[in-house]
């Protein structure tokens, strides 16, 4: 508690995990749409937001998407995931993540994380594809199930991005398409290249508890061009444009970002060099604090890696994850809102008949990791200057 309260400082409780805050510029832009009468699913806003995620991600295109689960759901569908296929992806996630595969008709196939980032681990994936793959008919499938393997989803979990280099190569082995879950990942870098920049697509969230926020909202990135054309046709119902026709060519979604949406996201934006530089004081800040104490540690950003530290993590050693619940009612005693890891998807009762492989880190970090907060303006308070 002491080495929170250090690095928290005497901020007003209650302290919640994850949240935004807003300016003048944000009210400015939403009243705006409200003025002009763009609310909806048109307006400069949408296009200004794509325009300014995709240059912060490094991407070419970005697609806006009325959130983060409607996008995964759709770049899954647009990299060719059909139903009864299996998709790869770590069982430490979101549910999101697990139910955009399902949401696909795919059968999402856990695989174990890292202890290091607590994100996908390449060798493990490697190892149990090369147990359970076999190809059969230009198609690797699951032997076990008999069901193609088509993707693999790799989560920059808490910002800490997966090594994406060994992760290209087993899904080339296996001809995977990679589509990255960058969903609380937006400005993190591996080897100074940004995340969500590393898959044929990748993913962006912009609920009220991410990096910035839309309300809710999401992203397709892509440098494919035609790729980002489709997935933006996919995902406003399939019109054809026209000035007054209404025709449609395929079965498609409802899943366009309203501008009054995009406009908070605009503004929130304008502030994302200044957001993620907060987040990083109040991440040396908590790494400072937990330095000396024999029972835990606090999450680094991996090797060559620069993460944008979305939720601070504390790891305890393994002989003290008994009191890792007794440790989360201390805190929210505090006025601390923390919390445990999400239960691993396997665990879950909708997940608990997925194909799966070990997952021995997974079930180990389940027991001993707590969210601490994590909010940018938690390092501004602390610091007592006035930035964003
Ligand atoms: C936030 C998040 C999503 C998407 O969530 P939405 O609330 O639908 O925007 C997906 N995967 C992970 C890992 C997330 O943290």
New binding site residues.
């Given amino acids: 508690m002491d080495a929170v309260d250090a690095a928290l400082g005497s901020m007003q409780r209650p302290i919640e995990l994850h949240e935004p805050r807003f300016s003048d510029r944000e009210r400015e832009l939403v009243l705006d749409c409200i003025d002009t009468n763009w609310v909806s699913s048109a307006g400069k806003y949408v296009t200004r937001f794509e325009e300014m995620v995709a240059a912060a991600t490094g991407s070419r295109h970005a697609v806006a998407i009325v959130?983060?689960?409607?996008?995964?759901h759709a770049a899954l569908v647009l990299e060719g995931v059909e139903a009864n296929d299996e998709v790869l992806l770590p069982s430490i996630?979101?549910v999101?993540?697990a139910n955009?595969v399902s949401h696909a008709g795919a059968v999402p196939h856990f695989v174990d994380s890292t202890w290091d980032t607590l994100g996908l681990d390449p060798q493990a994936l490697e190892a149990h594809l090369d147990a359970v793959a076999v190809r059969r008919n230009s198609a690797w499938v699951n032997k076990r199930t008999g069901r193609r393997l088509r993707a693999v989803v790799p989560?920059h979990?808490f910002g800490h991005p997966v090594d994406m280099t060994a992760l290209g190569a087993v899904a080339a082995r296996y001809d995977l398409v990679i589509v990255e879950?960058a969903?609380?990942s937006l400005g993190s870098t591996l080897n100074g290249k940004g995340c969500g920049t590393f898959g044929h697509s990748a993913?962006l969230?912009?609920?009220g508890?991410?990096i910035v926020t839309t309300g809710?909202?999401?992203m397709i990135v892509t440098d494919d061009e035609a790729h980002a054309r489709h997935a933006r046709h996919f995902t406003s119902t399939a019109k054809k444009t026209h000035a007054w026709a209404f025709e449609h060519d395929e079965v498609a979604y409802n899943y366009r970002l309203p501008n009054i949406n995009a406009a908070l996201g605009c503004a929130q934006m304008e502030r994302l060099d200044g957001i993620l530089a907060a987040k990083r004081v109040l991440a040396e800040r908590y790494l400072a604090a937990f330095r000396d104490l024999p029972w835990a540690r606090i999450y680094r950003e991996p090797k060559g890696a620069e993460s944008n530290y979305w939720l601070n993590t504390l790891v305890l050693d393994r002989e003290y994850a008994s009191e890792r619940d007794r440790l989360l009612e201390a805190l929210h005693g505090h006025g601390i809102r923390a919390r445990p890891l999400w239960v691993p998807m396997h665990l879950l009762p909708m997940y608990r008949d997925c194909p799966r492989a070990a997952l021995s880190v997974a079930e180990d970090m389940n027991t001993r990791c707590i969210n601490l907060p994590s909010s940018p303006f938690l390092a501004e308070a602390v610091q007592g200057t006035k930035k964003s």
């Fill in positions: 959130n983060g689960t409607a996008a995964l996630t979101f999101a993540t955009a989560v979990i879950d969903t609380e993913v969230s912009f609920n508890n991410k809710g909202g999401g």
